[in-house]
């Protein structure tokens, strides 16, 4: 217990904890459309997308997270726009755009000079080492993404469950999905530094899919997947710390156990099952 108080009075921990617990929030919230929308594969492709805005801004000597953001956001906007001109399928435009953008990111890291740890920081995650600054980043870009989800949540549930129908009773649905899109790279660009580019899309689907096997109701389930994001982010960010592990590994593997146990016991099961 003392060597737990104690750990609690580092500035690192704090910042650590609370950065884990931000971006635990805004992911499991997000994540909740992403699931309802079928948009799992989006958070894979954005998040490595920002990540070759990352390796570049650190091949040029430019700040990273704004070239992750316009990596982001442009890569999201493509895909949308390719299926809505009817060129490609939002899944397979992704899939090209997710395996583009990470060949980029080895290009880049390829032409540094010498091993950059904090670009593989990015990568794999490194939430222990989150500087005041990248923190105030997160918890500023944390707040928008809420904002605006709380903001046009009626919307944002509508075109999850169906877009044609939302479309026909006059919400701007195409607006409203490309809201989303913007919403969700935001979101991984807010992540990368917690549980890294390869490992933040499960943060952003886990939490919600364990949610979703818990409760029929869309107000539960988003707040059933708020506190098993966070609850996972904080507590994969003390099993790091206690146990000298990867933080990013940590906390994805706390929260897929709690998802197998979640479908184990999940009341939708049972309900099967006695049919």
């Given amino acids: 217990m003392a060597q737990f108080i104690e750990m609690l009075t580092y500035d690192f921990m704090q910042r650590s904890l609370l950065a884990a617990a931000t971006v635990g929030a805004v992911c499991s919230v997000i994540g909740v459309f992403v699931v309802l929308r079928g948009l799992a594969f989006v958070g894979a492709g954005t998040a490595h997308a ?55 990111a080895i290009l880049f890291i390829g032409l540094m000079k010498g091993y950059n740890a904090e670009v593989y920081g990015y990568l794999f995650g490194s939430v222990l080492s989150v500087t005041p600054d990248e923190l105030r980043v997160i918890l500023v870009l944390s707040m928008v993404v809420l904002g605006v989800l709380l903001t046009f949540s009626k919307e944002l549930y509508f075109i999850a469950f169906d877009q044609e129908m939302a479309e026909a009773s006059g919400v701007p649905a195409r607006r409203i999905f490309y809201l989303l899109l913007t919403l969700v790279a935001l979101t991984v660009v807010v992540s990368l530094k917690t549980v890294g580019a390869i490992l933040v899309f499960a943060m952003i689907l886990i939490p919600a899919s364990t949610a979703y096997q818990l409760t029929h109701s869309l107000s539960h389930m988003t707040a059933y997947a708020v506190v098993i994001g966070v609850a996972c982010a904080v507590g994969g960010v003390l099993l790091s710390y206690i146990w000298d592990l990867p933080s990013g590994p940590a906390i994805v593997l706390l929260a897929t156990t709690i998802f197998f146990l979640s479908v184990l016991l999940s009341p939708k099961r049972r309900r099967v099952q006695t049919a």
């Fill in 50 to 104: 920002a990540f070759a805005g990352v390796a570049l801004a650190y091949l040029v000597g430019l700040p990273p997270l704004p070239l992750a953001i316009i990596f982001g956001l442009a890569t999201v906007w493509v895909t949308g726009v390719m299926e809505e001109q009817g060129r490609m399928k939002l899944d397979v435009s992704i899939g090209i755009l997710y395996t583009a953008t990470m060949a980029l």
